[in-house]
């Protein structure tokens, strides 16, 4: 009894020491540094517990149409009527910059100061190519992402960073994104044929009266329940669907592996689909008390670990199969290069070969020729390192990718006008392909794309002869971006400055100094080192005063917008030295994926099976619900 006093006596002793050293250290800092205004972390901390937790309603407030007709009509042609707000941020860290009217507002943990800004002259010099080494990325509090990519160009800094950099860079230049066209067509093709498929099946059964073939409905229903068919729409949470598809898209093109996303039963079995394991993934990264995981084992710890020892295990198989595969070429090279100079061993040297042959065979029955691996292989890059990066494209290329067709999907499912302009640019484009394949039979670049990428499978995987050439479809590209606007895929940029440093602002803001009584120093803010600064991409884009109407989906808006790319106020993929290496493949897979579907099917959002559309953020801006949307086949043969 006495040691437990005792102890609690030290616990008490030890929390108000660090109290009041943590109060010194604040006010140590507000002097000395030109810091913005902000909440105490106290009632920062609690409001994003809160809104993380979803523990009291959101004070955002949507129009709702009352029925069908009023939202036809309210998305075919007002979009300033459509609000498309994302909760938690707006609850969270839009909150601050709206209740203290400025863009950048600060907030301090024992002294430490984080700053978050939307202020676009601060993040262009935070992100830009000469503050690489600066502001460096912050540590990963978690655990899950240093175990995840620890060794890739996610998580290192300085030379190694650029080291990671030289060698992911060739794998996702423009060539090799052309030739991953494809593989990203025929596994698109290969969804839409399971939907097909699905609703002439369920038709058939509808039209049977056998009790055996309703039996053997019902059970195959029971792994379907993301996907149903009342005869005349197929009913799907397109995010199911999105990210089987691209965790299948990913999965051959970085190791050359089929993970059957698709294949696999539509229930919450994380055990049987390796893309609902990386899900799970995900979401320990940003549980709140994932920060406590280095001190105590936490319940889902078993389940973690599981799921990445089996990631780690098929990468691990991918390498040796294809490191494997790649010395038994060289060797078969050497033999035929040895037959035409030692005729007396041809058939010892046949032999070899054939055994050679049905090495590869065996091990190309599931590793097949990719971009990445490969690439990695061939540049002697340590295995750690190949695990870390093969992770950390695994990671970034199918997440971001099926939250982005998700959202767009979603949008063009609400606003027909949009969806149907759409449709009708495709219909135009195939037709002027249709009679420029008539004119002309030899276009190089047409001849890239249809060749195939991987002569070791052993069939030739040609696009369609009226292949679109979807890149010439400016409205498609406004509706990527407008989507990219509304939900950037990384809704949070951090850095950690590495010296002290002076921020200039665009705009005047309140100081928690007394000094800064000056517009001149209201513009310049004062850091220390180790200062977390946050850049909210999801605050710049919307920004009112960089954005007219910024909550509504409005396609048209980039009609007038020129040189997207190095505009401050759009950074879906970053900026700088550190923008997105895949930034090229993620938007030359959403053209064929939504062109590929939209030319296929017309979707309707289902408001039945379908709760209230809301997001939440994660390491992305991810779906919180099932979207379910209808879609019914189009006759456009």
Same mark, same amino acid.
Request: aromatic fraction near 10%; include cysteine.
């Given at each position: 009894?006495?040691?437990?006093?005792?102890?609690?006596?030290?616990?008490?002793?030890?929390?108000?020491?660090?109290?009041?050293?943590?109060?010194?250290?604040?006010?140590?800092?507000?002097?000395?540094?030109?810091?913005?205004?902000?909440?105490?972390?106290?009632?920062?901390?609690?409001?994003?517990?809160?809104?993380?937790?979803?523990?009291?309603?959101?004070?955002?407030?949507?129009?709702?149409?009352?029925?069908?007709?009023?939202?036809?009509?309210?998305?075919?042609?007002?979009?300033?009527?459509?609000?498309?707000?994302?909760?938690?941020?707006?609850?969270?860290?839009?909150?601050?910059?709206?209740?203290?009217?400025?863009?950048?507002?600060?907030?301090?943990?024992?002294?430490?100061?984080?700053?978050?800004?939307?202020?676009?002259?601060?993040?262009?010099?935070?992100?830009?190519?000469?503050?690489?080494?600066?502001?460096?990325?912050?540590?990963?509090?978690?655990?899950?992402?240093?175990?995840?990519?620890?060794?890739?160009?996610?998580?290192?800094?300085?030379?190694?960073?650029?080291?990671?950099?030289?060698?992911?860079?060739?794998?996702?230049?423009?060539?090799?994104?052309?030739?991953?066209?494809?593989?990203?067509?025929?596994?698109?093709?290969?969804?839409?044929?399971?939907?097909?498929? *699905? +609703? %002439? =099946?369920? !038709? @058939?059964? #509808?039209?049977?009266?056998?009790? &055996? /073939?309703?039996?053997?409905? $019902?059970?195959?229903?029971?792994?379907?329940?993301?996907?149903?068919?009342?005869?005349?729409?197929?009913?799907?949470?397109?995010?199911?669907?999105?990210?089987?598809?691209?965790?299948?898209?990913?999965?051959?093109?970085?190791?050359?592996?089929?993970?059957?996303?698709?294949?696999?039963?539509?229930?919450?079995?994380?055990?049987?689909?390796?893309?609902?394991?990386?899900?799970?993934?995900?979401?320990?990264?940003?549980?709140?008390?994932?920060?406590?995981?280095?001190?105590?084992?936490?319940?889902?710890?078993?389940?973690?670990?599981?799921?990445?020892?089996?990631?780690?295990?098929?990468?691990?198989?991918?390498?040796?199969?294809?490191?494997?595969?790649?010395?038994?070429?060289?060797?078969?090279?050497?033999?035929?290069?040895?037959?035409?100079?030692? *005729? +007396? %061993? =041809?058939? !010892? @040297?046949? #032999?070899?070969?054939?055994?050679? &042959? /049905?090495?590869?065979?065996? $091990?190309?029955?599931?590793?097949?020729?990719?971009?990445?691996?490969?690439?990695?292989?061939?540049?002697?890059?340590?295995?750690?390192?190949?695990?870390?990066?093969?992770?950390?494209?695994?990671?970034?290329?199918?997440?971001?990718?099926?939250?982005?067709?998700?959202?767009?999907?979603?949008?063009?499912?609400?606003?027909?006008?949009?969806?149907?302009?759409?449709?009708?640019?495709?219909?135009?484009?195939?037709?002027?392909?249709?009679?420029?394949?008539?004119?002309?039979?030899?276009?190089?670049?047409?001849?890239?794309?249809?060749?195939?990428?991987?002569?070791?499978?052993?069939?030739?995987?040609?696009?369609?002869?009226?292949?679109?050439?979807?890149?010439?479809?400016?409205?498609?590209?406004?509706?990527?971006?407008?989507?990219?606007?509304?939900?950037?895929?990384?809704?949070?940029?951090?850095?950690?400055?590495?010296?002290?440093?002076?921020?200039?602002?665009?705009?005047?803001?309140?100081?928690?100094?007394?000094?800064?009584?000056?517009?001149?120093?209201?513009?310049?803010?004062?850091?220390?080192?180790?200062?977390?600064?946050?850049?909210?991409?999801?605050?710049?884009?919307?920004?009112?005063?960089?954005?007219?109407?910024?909550?509504?989906?409005?396609?048209?808006?980039?009609?007038?917008?020129?040189?997207?790319?190095?505009?401050?106020?759009?950074?879906?993929?970053?900026?700088?030295?550190?923008?997105?290496?895949?930034?090229?493949?993620?938007?030359?897979?959403?053209?064929?994926?939504?062109?590929?579907?939209?030319?296929?099917?017309?979707?309707?959002?289902?408001?039945?099976?379908?709760?209230?559309?809301?997001?939440?953020?994660?390491?992305?801006?991810?779906?919180?619900?099932?979207?379910?949307?209808?879609?019914?086949?189009?006759?456009?043969?």
């Amino acid at each position: 009894m006495h040691t437990n006093k005792s102890e609690n006596e030290f616990n008490f002793v030890y929390f108000l020491t660090c109290s009041i050293f943590g109060f010194i250290l604040w006010v140590i800092t507000e002097n000395k540094y030109n810091l913005p205004k902000g909440p105490s972390f106290l009632k920062w901390f609690i409001n994003y517990l809160f809104n993380f937790y979803d523990l009291k309603l959101s004070t955002i407030k949507k129009k709702k149409p009352n029925n069908r007709d009023d939202q036809d009509d309210c998305h075919s042609s007002n979009f300033k009527e459509e609000e498309l707000i994302e909760d938690t941020s707006e609850n969270t860290v839009l909150k601050w910059f709206n209740e203290l009217n400025s863009d950048n507002y600060s907030v301090s943990f024992f002294g430490r100061p984080m700053i978050f800004t939307r202020d676009t002259t601060i993040s262009k010099y935070i992100l830009s190519s000469n503050n690489i080494d600066n502001y460096t990325k912050p540590p990963d509090s978690s655990g899950v992402l240093i175990r995840l990519a620890q060794n890739s160009i996610l998580m290192s800094e300085g030379d190694q960073w650029r080291y990671h950099r030289s060698i992911i860079n060739q794998p996702f230049s423009s060539k090799n994104v052309k030739l991953m066209i494809p593989t990203i067509k025929s596994t698109i093709n290969k969804l839409i044929n399971c939907l097909n498929n *699905n +609703n %002439n =099946n369920n !038709n @058939n059964n #509808n039209n049977n009266n056998n009790n &055996n /073939n309703n039996n053997n409905n $019902n059970n195959k229903n029971k792994n379907n329940n993301n996907r149903v068919s009342d005869g005349n729409n197929i009913i799907i949470d397109i995010h199911s669907y999105c990210t089987k598809l691209t965790f299948d898209i990913i999965g051959k093109l970085s190791i050359g592996y089929d993970f059957q996303s698709l294949e696999s039963s539509d229930d919450n079995d994380q055990n049987n689909d390796i893309s609902k394991q990386f899900d799970f993934i995900l979401n320990e990264m940003i549980r709140p008390i994932r920060r406590f995981s280095s001190y105590l084992p936490l319940y889902n710890d078993i389940k973690l670990f599981k799921f990445l020892n089996k990631l780690e295990s098929i990468i691990k198989g991918a390498i040796n199969s294809r490191s494997l595969n790649n010395n038994n070429n060289n060797n078969n090279n050497n033999n035929n290069n040895n037959n035409n100079n030692n *005729n +007396n %061993n =041809n058939n !010892n @040297n046949n #032999n070899n070969n054939n055994n050679n &042959n /049905n090495n590869n065979n065996n $091990n190309n029955n599931i590793y097949k020729k990719n971009f990445l691996l490969d690439n990695l292989i061939c540049d002697n890059v340590k295995e750690k390192d190949i695990i870390g990066n093969i992770n950390t494209f695994l990671l970034a290329g199918h997440e971001t990718s099926a939250n982005l067709l998700t959202f767009i999907f979603y949008l063009l499912s609400t606003h027909n006008n949009v969806q149907n302009d759409l449709y009708n640019h495709l219909i135009e484009n195939k037709k002027k392909k249709r009679n420029n394949n008539n004119n002309n039979k030899d276009n190089i670049i047409e001849e890239n794309y249809n060749r195939t990428i991987d002569n070791e499978n052993g069939k030739n995987e040609e696009a369609d002869d009226e292949d679109e050439d979807y890149q010439s479809i400016e409205f498609l590209d406004w509706i990527i971006y407008e989507t990219l606007r509304l939900f950037p895929p990384a809704p949070m940029i951090g850095r950690t400055s590495i010296n002290d440093d002076i921020l200039n602002s665009s705009s005047s803001s309140s100081s928690s100094s007394s000094s800064s009584s000056s517009n001149n120093n209201n513009n310049k803010i004062s850091i220390p080192s180790e200062t977390l600064i946050l850049i909210s991409v999801y605050a710049i884009h919307r920004d009112p005063k960089l954005w007219e109407h910024p909550n509504s989906f409005d396609p048209y808006r980039w009609k007038n917008i020129e040189n997207i790319n190095n505009r401050s106020d759009f950074i879906p993929f970053s900026s700088g030295g550190r923008v997105c290496v895949g930034q090229k493949f993620s938007i030359v897979e959403a053209r064929i994926i939504i062109s590929k579907l939209i030319l296929n099917f017309q979707l309707s959002f289902n408001n039945l099976k379908s709760q209230p559309f809301k997001i939440y953020q994660r390491a992305t801006l991810t779906p919180k619900y099932p979207v379910f949307l209808n879609l019914k086949k189009r006759d456009n043969k």
